[in-house]
C-alpha cells in the first residue's frame, strides 16, 4: 500500500506540472462548469436550514454553555470532542436565529476548495514547477465538484449543521494540514497550524482518523524503503514534520477513544461479534458495488475526464513513468484495502453498515481514486487521442446538462421548502406566544427538500424530531405532522 500512496502523489505532480497544456477553448469551458458549481453550492448554502439534531444541541448550549456542553457529550455520548466544541459555538452565537447559518455550509465549501488549492500549490512547488493560480484553483474546483456528487446524501453530509463539523471538516482539516506539511516557506512556522490541523482531525472522527492514520503511516513507510537508513530517513525535514504531526493526531485519537461516553453509547448497539462484523461488512461492499457505484459513474465521466485531458497534453514531455497497468494494480489495491478498512470499522463500531453521512469517507478516497486514475490513463497513452477528444467534449456537455439541471431544479424545490419551513417556523413561535396550556398543535407536511437535508417531523409526538423541534423553541405544547 506505501507504494500506492507514492503513485497518488506523483499523479498530483504530475497533473500540476501539465495543467497548463490545455486548449484556452477547453480551459474556459471548463471554468464555466466550475462557475456553474460554485453558484450551485452557493445557492443550496442560502437555502439551508436547521434541522433535528441541531435543535437539541441548540437547547444543550442555550441550557448548560459551551464548555459544558462539549464534556457532557465527552462524559455521556460522544469522544468527539473537536467537532463539537465547533459546533457548539456556533450555536451560542446564533441560537436558532437562522439569518446566518447559511454562512456555515458557504465557508465549508470555500475552506475545502481554497484546501485543495493550497494542497496543489504545495505540490506545484514541490515539483518545481510555476503555475498560475487561476489554473491551480481551476484544479481543486473540479476535484470538489466530483467529490459533491460522489457523495451518498449530499444534504446530510454538506448542508446539515451539526454533520458538518465531524465529516467534511475532517477532510477539510486533512486536506490543510498536508498542505502545511509540503509548504516549502516558513517550515517550522508551518509546522504550528499543521500540528493543529491534525489535533483536529484526531478529535473529530473516530473512523476517519485511523483512515488518515494508515494513509500517513503507508507513506511514512514508503519513504523509509528509499531511504539509505533510519538516520537518512529522520534526518530529512518533510519526514521529520510528518512524524510531529502523526504523533500529535495519535495523542488526538486517544483522547476521542477514551471518552466514556463512547462506551455509555456503545451498550445501546447490539454485541460486537466477528462474524457479525463480517456479515456487515459483506452488506457494505454490495450496497458500494451495486448501489453506490453504478449510480455515480455518470459523475466520474463528467467530472474526472479533465484529468486524464490533462494527462493526454503531458503525454511523453514529461518525467517518464511506471505502465499504467503497474499503476492500476497498485492504485486500485490501495483503494479497495481502505475501503474495505473503512467497512470493517464501521460494521464493528455501529454493528451496521453506517449512515450516509459516514459514507463520505467512500466519496473522498473515489475522488481521489478516480482523479489519478483517470490522469494516468490520458499521460500514459491508454486512451487515444481520437478518442480522448471525444471524451474531452463530451464530459463538458454531461457536466453542463448536470450542473444546469440541477441548478434549475433545486432552485424550485429548495425555495418552496425553505418557505414552507419558515412559515411553520414563524407561525409555532406566534402561537408559543399565546398558547399557556399544554396542547397538541398539527402542522402541515414539509414540501421535498430537494438535496437539502429536511427538518421535517413524523406524525409521534415522541419521535426523537418532534421532541428536538420543541426543545429548540422551548414550546409550550406538543407538535406533530398531519397522518
Known amino acids: 500500500m506505501c507504494h500506492c500512496t507514492y503513485y497518488i502523489v506523483r499523479a498530483g505532480f504530475l497533473i500540476l506540472l501539465t495543467f497548463g497544456f490545455m486548449s484556452k477553448r477547453y480551459t474556459l469551458l471548463l471554468s464555466f462548469v466550475a462557475l456553474l458549481f460554485v453558484l450551485l453550492s452557493a445557492m443550496l448554502s442560502f437555502y439551508s436550514r436547521l434541522a433535528t439534531d441541531d ?7 442555550r441550557n448548560n454553555g459551551v464548555t459544558e456542553g462539549v464534556v457532557s457529550q465527552y462524559l455521556y ?3 468527539r470532542y473537536a467537532a463539537t466544541f465547533v459546533t457548539d459555538v456556533l450555536y451560542k452565537l446564533w441560537d436558532t436565529d437562522q439569518t446566518w447559518y447559511f454562512l456555515w455550509p458557504l465557508t465549508s465549501f470555500i475552506a475545502l476548495i481554497t484546501g485543495v488549492y493550497k494542497f496543489f500549490t504545495a505540490l506545484a512547488r514541490q515539483s518545481g514547477s510555476a503555475l498560475k493560480k487561476p489554473t491551480l484553483l481551476l484544479c481543486a474546483l473540479s476535484f470538489t465538484c466530483l467529490l459533491f456528487f460522489l457523495s451518498v446524501d449530499i444534504g446530510e453530509t454538506w448542508l446539515w449543521y451539526c454533520s458538518l463539523s465531524s465529516y467534511l471538516w475532517s477532510v477539510i482539516a486533512f486536506t490543510w494540514g498536508c498542505y502545511f506539511l509540503l509548504r516549502e516557506q516558513k517550515k517550522n512556522i508551518s509546522l504550528i497550524p499543521a500540528v493543529l490541523c491534525f489535533i483536529y482531525v484526531g478529535g473529530a472522527s473516530e473512523v476517519y482518523s485511523v483512515i488518515y492514520g494508515v494513509m500517513i503511516l503507508a507513506f511514512l513507510i514508503f519513504r523509509y524503503k528509499r531511504a539509505e537508513n533510519l538516520k537518512s530517513f529522520v534526518s530529512q525535514p518533510l519526514n521529520k514534520r510528518i512524524i510531529v504531526a502523526y504523533a500529535f493526531l495519535g495523542i488526538a485519537f486517544i483522547i476521542l477513544i477514551a471518552a466514556p461516553g463512547n462506551y455509555l453509547r456503545d451498550k445501546l448497539f447490539p454485541e460486537h461479534q466477528l462474524l457479525r462484523t ?10 458500494f458495488g451495486v448501489l453506490y457505484v453504478p449510480f455515480r459513474l455518470v459523475y466520474v465521466l463528467a467530472f474526472a475526464v479533465p484529468f486524464a485531458v490533462i494527462g493526454a497534453d503531458a503525454g511523453e514531455q514529461t518525467v517518464s513513468g511506471t505502465s499504467f497497468s503497474l499503476f492500476f494494480k497498485r492504485l486500485t489495491f490501495a483503494y479497495l484495502a481502505l475501503l474495505l478498512l473503512f467497512f470493517l470499522l464501521v460494521a464493528f463500531v455501529m454493528v451496521e453498515t453506517g449512515p450516509p453521512r459516514l459514507w463520505f469517507m467512500v466519496a473522498f478516497l473515489s475522488a481521489l481514486y478516480c482523479s489519478a486514475l483517470s490522469f494516468y490513463a490520458g499521460f500514459s497513452g491508454v486512451i487515444s487521442e481520437a478518442r480522448i477528444g471525444v471524451l474531452k467534449y463530451g464530459s463538458i456537455v454531461l457536466a453542463l446538462l448536470i450542473l444546469g439541471y440541477n441548478i434549475i431544479n433545486q432552485f424550485r424545490i429548495c425555495s418552496d421548502y425553505t418557505e414552507a419551513n419558515d412559515a411553520r417556523i414563524q407561525y409555532i413561535q406566534k402561537l408559543n406566544r399565546t398558547i ?3 396542547t397538541l398543535i ?7 427538500s430537494g438535496m437539502l437535508y429536511s427538518a421535517e417531523i413524523q406524525a409521534d409526538t415522541n419521535h426523537f424530531t418532534n421532541r428536538e423541534l420543541r426543545m429548540g423553541f422551548e414550546l409550550k405544547f406538543h407538535v406533530a405532522v398531519r397522518e
Open 436 to 438: 399557556s396550556s399544554d
Open 278 to 287: 463480517l456479515f456487515i461488512t459483506g452488506k457494505s461492499i454490495v450496497k
Open 442 to 448: 398539527l402542522l402541515p407536511h414539509l414540501p421535498s
Open 77 to 79: 455520548w460522544c469522544g
Open 55 to 61: 435543535y437539541y444541541f441548540i437547547w444543550d448550549v
